[in-house]
């Protein structure tokens, strides 16, 4: 858990020095994740707001004919924010005309622009649409906290290692040892039409079986699985009672890290990604039977055919998602905000990654 102090200065120097941010100050991932690093939603939306609202605290004080300096904020790695205050050159008390009010209007009207087109549309509590997100940051304990609105929470069966992850930490399934993660079935997990899966995975060099489920839905009712003969991913389902496959990659999968993504769509075709860029699919799937059992994470139910490896961040959507999130979600961008009951936020303090 790392956090991103924001300390209050004042300076001199009427200059916007916003250009001095950088992936770092957002950066929510341990120091050894191989993809990019996850941007600290709130710390982000903290700064824009104490942008937002000094300026707007400059611009009425010189409305007022005062002589203002600017705020100016200093992150842990040393890099300093300022908002510019607007002074003329000789710091004098000028008198604001029509025109510099009606400056001051669109400037306003510009920064609330601003503020919504750079926020991500998606990443709050608000969309229902994400039904399951275990990011598997808990780092200790027996059970994995689900970051959507629903509270799924998952169960550990026979105890995964908590290992690094891409993003945080994430749980490591030994294959021979029944270890898995059970989140029960109820009626907002029953994705049987339009419904997508995302998921980190890292495959172990030795698989125990042949094939090995890494995310899968009731007793044969869905599931995306590892095949060790060829090294590819599959997406098999049941409809009228006949367990088939539906979808297969084209692409091997690496023992490295991969982003994996399958789409299932009754009105379209299963389409299976690898990092982000489609990497195989099928034809038009019919409607899923009904899904009984659990959603399991590394087996299937009722715990069969285990997965050897390593998994991060399942997420699951009642809705198909597009190519831009399935980009935003492996940037780790698409993120879920805390409850207000589970956040712990403080002025100057911003938290920086899960508890």
């Known amino acids: 858990m790392r956090h991103v102090n924001v300390h209050c200065m004042r300076s001199t120097r009427g200059i916007i020095l916003i250009s001095t941010l950088n992936r770092n100050f957002y950066n929510l991932s341990s120091t050894n994740t191989k993809k990019g690093s996850r941007p600290a939603n709130a710390t982000r939306l903290f700064v824009r707001s104490v942008v937002l609202a000094n300026w707007l605290s400059v611009n009425s004080r010189q409305l007022r004919g005062e002589s ?14 300022c908002i510019a205050d607007f002074r003329t050159d000789n710091h004098k008390k000028e008198k604001f005309t029509v025109l510099k009010f009606g400056q001051f209007i669109g400037g306003l009207v510009a920064m609330c622009i601003l503020f919504t087109v ?19 940051d808990e ?23 908590w290992v690094d992850g891409q993003f945080g930490k994430a749980l490591e399934f030994d294959g021979t040892k029944g270890e898995h993660v059970i989140v029960p079935i109820n009626d907002t997990l029953q994705l049987r039409e339009q419904f997508s899966v995302a998921f980190w995975v890292k495959r172990g060099k030795a698989q125990i079986r042949d094939w090995n489920y890494m995310v899968a839905a009731g007793s044969l009712k869905w599931a995306t699985i ?3 003969g060829g090294s590819m991913t599959y997406f098999w389902s049941t409809s009228g009672g006949t ?28 389409v ?71 956040l712990a936020t403080t002025w100057g303090s911003i938290k920086a990654d899960r508890d």
């Open 68 to 81: 203002v300096e600017p705020a100016c904020f200093v992150t842990d790695n040393r890099k300093e924010i």
């Open 118 to 136: 750079s926020t991500p549309l998606h990443a709050g509590l608000d969309d229902k649409s994400l039904v399951l997100y275990l990011p598997f």
């Open 139 to 161: 780092g200790k304990g027996g059970k994995a906290a689900d970051g959507s609105i629903y509270g799924h929470d998952g169960e550990f069966v026979q105890n995964p290692t």
């Open 226 to 228: 590892f095949k060790n």
């Open 243 to 270: 367990w088939a496959q539906k979808a297969v990659s084209k692409d091997i999968q690496p023992e490295d890290w991969v982003h994996m993504v399958v789409t299932h769509d009754t009105k379209s075709k299963v």
């Open 272 to 342: 299976i990604y690898n990092d982000g860029k489609e990497a195989g699919g099928g034809a038009k799937p019919p409607p899923v039977d009904e899904i009984d059992g659990s959603i399991m994470v590394g087996a299937r139910h009722p715990g069969q055919e285990f997965f050897t490896g390593i998994i991060d961040e399942v997420f699951l959507f009642n809705r198909i998602i597009t190519e831009a999130e399935i980009s935003e979600i492996m940037d780790g961008e698409f993120l879920p905000v805390e409850p207000a009951e589970k």
